[in-house]
């Protein structure tokens, strides 16, 4: 969402209300004002469109009937580089307003009928206000979990020490606005009658600690994530028995908000596997030893990252929440049926985790988007098993599933993305996989949709079956799911999975 400056600043957000009657912008503009809205005003559209695109705001308001130029013709040209403004139309009357299908096409967020109460169209900005929030919250999580990301191989730097405090202190920094950011490490050799602390700092206010403080802080913190002190965010640094031996104490401009708190939890693990990982890398240069754990526990790290990415991707659309975890759990249960050996099945089931991770690259507008699809943005759909298998391929202990992740959505007759495999050609954790997308999918609510009964899935499935999907592994599936102990145990390791709209047999 790009904001107005002062936007970022406060807890206001900017307004631009666009009318040739000076009269109405200035009793808007007044009317908001009192709201605690930072609310601009122009008369001229060709104005308007200029000072939103050098501008940064969060709504515009502006009447439908204007010379020189209309509203929606004000919208059209708004639109081609702003796709990001919320926009509600005012109108004279009802039946002034442009049909839906424009409405839609220029993704106008709602109109008002024009009276001398405003009461409407408060309520219609403050539901706009809401989705700029959540837009907020899911962006700045997102943007976090990248620069997390992009952070992790000087992190995870095993040359030197202050290499790897530098780069934890400069990667906090950047993550959220904050005046200071203290690391305070355990410094004791092994041979000390007590306990030394170290710390590194940058930025300014921060005030300096002895030893019993610092454990005092330390004692507290066992047990909790993270400690928030007005605005201070205090995260625990784990040994490998998860006991704090340091912190990471983060002061923001304002109070922090859940979502923040989040994000610095995630990274104050990463934190702790990064430092425990160059501790034990000291430590084999003098005894040679414990290699293995310290690539173990950076294996974790990654998947934990990915595994949040994955979690980021299905809580974006409340209708697809808990996908991954049913096709994974369905494709790892098509596997055991078929026979296979547990690391086949091992390889479907992770692959069913992580197989829509690459929707990350999607734009939540894309992605997101209630009506259909134009060809362009279909193709950044058809994108993602590719883009999913590349942000995995960097993980060396992700390569066995690859081939899984990439081919998800080939079909057995060709007509598949993004390779167009076809039959045996395809890996056949794909083709399972492929089974399990496509019932979930059916079976689940979308925005665009309401969810097949499960007969009327299964019939769909025998359709599809030579098609776009392996006719073995559908007839696998139905056999699997016509049993009862099958939804009973599902109900059971999946206990927010809610089965009763699939199985006849569970009502």
Same mark, same amino acid.
């Given at each position: 969402? !790009?904001?107005?400056?002062?936007?970022?600043?406060?807890?206001?957000?900017?307004?631009?209300?666009?009318?040739?009657?000076?009269?109405?912008?200035?009793?808007?503009?007044?009317?908001?004002?009192?709201?605690?809205?930072?609310?601009?005003?122009?008369?001229?559209? #060709?104005?308007?469109?200029?000072?939103?695109?050098?501008?940064? @705001?969060?709504?515009?308001? =502006?009447?439908?009937?204007?010379?020189?130029?209309?509203?929606?013709?004000?919208?059209?040209?708004?639109?081609?580089? +702003?796709?990001?403004?919320?926009?509600?139309?005012?109108?004279?009357?009802?039946?002034?307003?442009?049909?839906?299908?424009?409405?839609?096409?220029?993704?106008?967020?709602? @109109?008002?009928?024009?009276?001398?109460?405003?009461?409407?169209?408060?309520?219609?900005?403050?539901?706009?206000?809401?989705?700029?929030?959540?837009?907020?919250?899911?962006?700045?999580?997102?943007?976090?979990?990248?620069?997390?990301?992009?952070? =992790?191989?000087?992190?995870?730097?095993?040359?030197?020490?202050?290499?790897?405090?530098?780069?934890?202190?400069?990667?906090?920094? #950047?993550?959220?606005?904050?005046?200071?950011?203290?690391?305070?490490?355990?410094?004791?050799?092994?041979?000390?009658?007590? !306990? &030394?602390?170290?710390?590194?700092?940058?930025?300014?206010?921060?005030?300096?600690?002895?030893?019993?403080?610092?454990?005092?802080?330390?004692?507290?913190?066992?047990?909790?994530?993270?400690?928030?002190?007005?605005?201070?965010?205090?995260?625990?640094?784990?040994?490998?028995?998860?006991?704090?031996?340091? $912190?990471?104490?983060?002061?923001?401009?304002?109070?922090?908000?859940?979502?923040?708190?989040?994000?610095?939890?995630?990274?104050?693990?990463?934190?702790?596997?990064?430092?425990?990982?160059?501790? =034990? &890398?000291?430590?084999?240069?003098?005894? +040679?030893?414990?290699?293995?754990?310290? @690539?173990?526990?950076?294996?974790?790290?990654?998947?934990?990252?990915?595994?949040?990415? !994955?979690?980021?991707?299905?809580?974006?659309?409340?209708?697809?929440?808990? &996908?991954?975890?049913?096709?994974?759990?369905?494709?790892?249960?098509?596997?055991? #049926?078929?026979?296979?050996?547990?690391?086949?099945?091992?390889?479907?089931?992770?692959?069913?985790? $992580?197989?829509?991770?690459?929707?990350?690259?999607?734009?939540?507008?894309?992605?997101?988007?209630?009506?259909?699809?134009?060809?362009?943005? @279909?193709?950044?759909?058809?994108?993602?098993?590719?883009?999913?298998?590349?942000? =995995?391929?960097?993980?060396?202990? $992700?390569?066995?599933?690859?081939?899984?992740?990439?081919?998800?959505?080939?079909?057995?007759?060709?007509?598949?993305?993004?390779?167009?495999?076809?039959?045996?050609?395809?890996?056949?954790?794909?083709?399972?996989?492929?089974?399990?997308?496509?019932?979930?999918?059916?079976?689940?609510?979308?925005?665009?949709?309401?969810?097949?009964?499960?007969?009327?899935?299964?019939?769909?499935?025998?359709?599809?079956?030579?098609?776009?999907?392996?006719?073995?592994?559908?007839?696998?599936?139905?056999?699997?799911?016509?049993?009862?102990?099958?939804?009973?145990?599902?109900?059971?390791?999946?206990?927010?999975?809610?089965?009763?709209?699939? +199985?006849?047999?569970?009502?």
């Amino acid at each position: 969402m !790009r904001l107005h400056k002062q936007t970022t600043e406060g807890n206001a957000f900017s307004i631009l209300t666009l009318d040739d009657d000076p009269i109405m912008t200035s009793t808007i503009q007044s009317y908001f004002q009192r709201s605690g809205y930072l609310v601009d005003v122009e008369n001229d559209p #060709s104005r308007a469109i200029d000072r939103i695109r050098q501008g940064n @705001y969060d709504i515009l308001l =502006l009447d439908f009937l204007m010379t020189p130029m209309c509203g929606d013709q004000v919208v059209e040209q708004v639109r081609q580089f +702003n796709q990001d403004i919320f926009i509600i139309l005012l109108t004279g009357h009802k039946s002034m307003v442009p049909p839906i299908k424009t409405i839609r096409a220029l993704d106008i967020q709602g @109109y008002y009928e024009k009276s001398d109460r405003f009461d409407q169209l408060e309520l219609l900005v403050e539901s706009c206000v809401k989705s700029i929030r959540q837009m907020r919250t899911v962006k700045r999580y997102k943007d976090g979990l990248s620069a997390i990301m992009d952070s =992790l191989p000087q992190i995870y730097d095993l040359e030197s020490m202050d290499h790897v405090t530098d780069s934890i202190l400069r990667t906090a920094s #950047s993550l959220l606005p904050c005046t200071s950011v203290v690391l305070t490490l355990d410094d004791t050799s092994s041979d000390a009658p007590q !306990r &030394h602390f170290y710390s590194r700092a940058t930025g300014e206010g921060f005030s300096t600690m002895d030893a019993q403080q610092v454990q005092l802080l330390l004692d507290s913190l066992v047990g909790r994530s993270s400690l928030v002190q007005d605005k201070d965010v205090i995260l625990p640094v784990l040994d490998n028995d998860q006991c704090p031996t340091g $912190f990471l104490s983060i002061r923001l401009q304002e109070a922090p908000k859940y979502d923040q708190i989040q994000l610095m939890e995630v990274f104050a693990r990463q934190i702790s596997s990064a430092l425990n990982n160059t501790h =034990l &890398h000291t430590l084999l240069q003098e005894k +040679n030893h414990q290699l293995d754990q310290a @690539y173990s526990q950076l294996k974790n790290s990654y998947l934990e990252m990915i595994s949040t990415m !994955r979690r980021v991707v299905d809580a974006k659309d409340t209708y697809t929440r808990g &996908h991954s975890d049913r096709v994974s759990y369905y494709a790892e249960h098509i596997a055991l #049926s078929l026979g296979h050996d547990p690391q086949f099945c091992e390889r479907v089931r992770l692959a069913g985790l $992580f197989h829509d991770v690459g929707k990350l690259s999607i734009p939540d507008e894309v992605l997101l988007k209630p009506g259909k699809l134009t060809e362009e943005e @279909y193709e950044l759909i058809r994108r993602h098993p590719a883009n999913g298998a590349e942000l =995995l391929s960097v993980i060396s202990q $992700f390569r066995p599933i690859l081939p899984a992740v990439r081919s998800h959505h080939e079909r057995i007759d060709g007509r598949g993305y993004p390779d167009g495999l076809a039959g045996d050609n395809i890996p056949e954790e794909a083709r399972i996989i492929a089974v399990a997308d496509t019932f979930d999918a059916m079976t689940s609510e979308r925005q665009y949709r309401k969810s097949l009964e499960f007969q009327a899935a299964m019939a769909e499935l025998e359709r599809c079956k030579g098609t776009q999907l392996d006719p073995r592994i559908v007839e696998a599936f139905q056999a699997m799911v016509r049993q009862p102990q099958f939804w009973a145990k599902l109900k059971e390791d999946l206990p927010g999975c809610t089965t009763s709209q699939l +199985n006849p047999t569970l009502g």
